[in-house]
DNA sequence: CATGAATGAGGGTTCATTCAT
DNA sequence: CATGAATGAACCCTCATTCAT
């Protein structure tokens, strides 16, 4: 390819990058609405105007931003999956990359679902692009949730899962602690000791509570 | 007391609660930021300006629906709780109550996270009177918290639970499950069949993935 | 009807009055690109935002500026008819109306001429509701020539008017001739004797250039 | 001169050319302050960067379209003129050409006399040499006009008109006449049969309305 | 107390113009 | 000379808040 083709290219790629990682900042701290896209140029680097040259508006970065990192986490996962090692071993490394990849950012990913529920609301304001991309976003989540599927699945095969409850929605759990638990960190404001959390984490799903079968509790006796 | 001063009493209160009530809807909806004070007012059956007369400022409106709500649901809980009967008895009552009380308006508490977040940085906004009613906020989240702390000690009490994973993290398990799955439903749009989901969730709870005891396994060996 | 009403209505349309004068004004001046909402508020005396209390934005403004002045200068010709005058005294009356109302102000219709042209190109841009608007203009146009040409008919059938071009097409011409009469005053920035001015063109309508009947032309051989 | 300096004024010339054509057809059909620099520059094939190498502004680019259109209708109208034929001959051959020049660029001339109501406000927005270059604009309508006078005053001379109006008033009017069915055009958005249409005005211009010479009428009276 | 109307502050977006390559 | 990218200055519009009635 043409050389000067490849330096515009990749000239062009660090100025989205800067404006992306400014405005994963931004919002990140702000949430959608309140954040300024004079802040987000700001910390890019860019006058607010120089904005356009890249995307066509607010919410074009955004979704273009919460498409790119997700994006990212799903490889970074990817690479974290090795169904050699046992389940849980497994599991560490993926939430290890998990917990880095959001400790930070996680508001960003609150606003991604304000903005969904809004966007429900509004949907005529979103252009036929903007459509576009945004289902952009569910359907990445669901890739990340299927990677988390398939290694429930290949572990319970190994029989290192026994519970009767199917793999989707014991990979929502999953799932569910890991929001729920920086869901906790922003609200009390604090991260704690990741790899230990992680540890703690790891004992809960596998044993949960740790509640002795019961035949007579009308609940567990079906397990 | 005056029958003049308790008639205005309850007719003022009669009035908030309205108001109240209103901007739960709206800012379930539409989140801090994009709620318009018209949209609450309109729903309230009042005029924008006539929202002055009970609440400052948007802000005041915010904090003081998210206190009475997370007030609400604490003695919504403490009736729930009856440590006569097992504890995942005790719990699906908990969940239904949860699950009744944050259903259709979780997206509200996405939003007091964001909020709260915000607040952070611009600590300086907020007025003395508003710090206040803001510190009351996670005040009441600990208090909610702390219900199930000594829900699970008891359980604990009683042998019914045997982790070894300390009270207090049991409950911020709990919490974060409870909090993801309704992160999830806004997510997917979707409710699903409660009940059936809290029987399923409490089987997660009581026995997690339900993965072997595994001698060699470093991460469940010490449990 | 409750007189409370009454008064709020006549504050009203006193307010939409001074909006739209102050709109004539400023967009007589500058044109409808050029022209500022603040320009206008401040001309109306009102604050920008003010303005859309009354209007939901510029083109409304616009438009219902060019319907209100089109309807009037139809009300106004109205009056000037009297069919029992012969046909030229009634033309001089009519086109003292009309100088009179676009004297200062055709700058104006230049704008709904270049704004329609506009509009041609972006009409997707249009809301539907501006669409309805937008299609009152040129009715309203259509309502003012229909004047003439019943004029035009009425004067015909008295032998006051021999020309065998069509009524419609004669009507043409006299509006093409006020309108190039005021586009003139416009360029050369001056405006003249408009009594005398008026007698002149009533000449020159009556009788053209007072060519000579020239059976050997081919153009006026066929009158 | 060096052939070099010629072949760079040449090759100059050619884009200064393409330029104007770009510019007049996008200033038609959106007026000066809708017209973007950037579809000017696109139509012209050039990028937006490449018209300041050309022209200092938006302005004199305006400026300068108006004064290369009117100089150019001024050249064309005087090979039209042939005081050997007679007068309405003569006419019809300088309507054919006017209704050809503007009759898809009218608008442009809508956009001049805004262009120049505007200047009349704002003068000292115009930098000394554009207030030079304005200056052309009026001087270039004046050099027309002059051509039909002198056509008129030739006519009169061979008795071919009699009305008692002087020539330049009747220059005026068939220059008011030929504007506003132009802009009648515009504003109808359709164009008609022009021959046959520049065959009836012509009768209408040399006979008018064709009212009787009425003793009575104190305003044909005089004639 | 309730409200319609008014407003100031602020944000997103556009575009003529400049500059580095 | 030509251009892609950058920018500052504006402008339209929104909305929380205030005020007169």
Redesign the pocket.
């Known amino acids: 390819m043409d050389p000067k083709v490849i330096r515009?290219q990749t000239?062009?790629e660090t100025?989205t990058t800067l404006i992306l990682d400014a405005a994963r900042k931004v919002f990140s701290e702000k949430g959608f609405?309140d954040?300024?896209?004079?802040?987000i140029?700001a910390v890019a680097?860019?006058?607010?105007?120089?904005?356009?040259?890249?995307y066509?508006?607010?919410?074009e970065?955004f979704l273009s931003l919460a498409i790119r990192d997700l994006e990212n986490l799903y490889h970074q996962l990817e690479t974290s999956v090795n169904s050699e090692i046992n389940f849980l071993k497994n599991l560490e490394k993926m939430l290890i990359t998990i917990f880095t990849f959001f400790g930070e950012n996680f508001a960003l990913f609150l606003s991604v679902s304000n903005f969904q529920t809004m966007c429900k609301i509004h949907k005529e304001k979103l252009s036929e692009k903007h459509k576009l991309l945004f289902a952009e976003v569910p359907s990445k989540f669901r890739k990340i949730m299927e990677q988390q599927v398939m290694l429930i699945r290949a572990a319970r095969a190994r029989k290192e899962i026994q519970s009767d409850i199917d793999d989707s929605q014991l990979a929502n759990y999953l799932g569910a602690l890991v929001r729920g638990i920086i869901f906790q960190w922003q609200l009390t404001g604090k991260m704690g000791d990741v790899k230990a959390e992680i540890r703690q984490l790891l004992k809960f799903m596998a044993h949960g509570l740790g509640c002795p079968a019961n035949a007579e509790d009308p609940i567990i006796s079906t397990m």
């Not at 680097?45 to 890249?54: N, R, V």
């Open positions: 515009e000239v062009r100025k609405f954040a300024r896209l004079e802040d140029a680097g860019f006058s607010k105007a120089a904005l356009y040259t890249y066509t508006d607010k919410e970065i």
